[in-house]
């Protein structure tokens, strides 16, 4: 598992950490402790800043805004 490293994307605050083949993103800002998202890919090639933002923004998206979870 890696060190987290902070993002913020859209004034919203994440640690993001890397963790074998997932890469585990956690809302720090967010209303809900300990809530965020994780998502898969090949552990030997490791996303870059920009699509790792771009990941956070697609969860934002989704996420509605009265409750802090994804909408249903």
Same mark, same amino acid.
């Given at each position: 598992m890696t060190e987290p490293v902070r993002y913020v994307v859209d004034?919203?605050?994440f640690d993001?950490?890397?963790e074998?083949?997932?890469v585990?993103?956690?809302w720090v800002?967010? +209303?809900n402790?300990?809530?965020g998202f994780s998502v898969g890919g090949p552990a030997a090639t490791p996303f870059?800043?920009?699509e790792v933002r771009a990941h956070i923004r697609a969860f934002l998206s989704a996420v509605d +805004?009265?409750?802090g979870y994804l909408a249903e």
């Open positions: 004034g919203e605050d993001v950490v890397r074998g083949a997932s585990h993103h956690t800002s967010g +209303p402790a300990g809530y870059t800043a920009e +805004p009265r409750t």
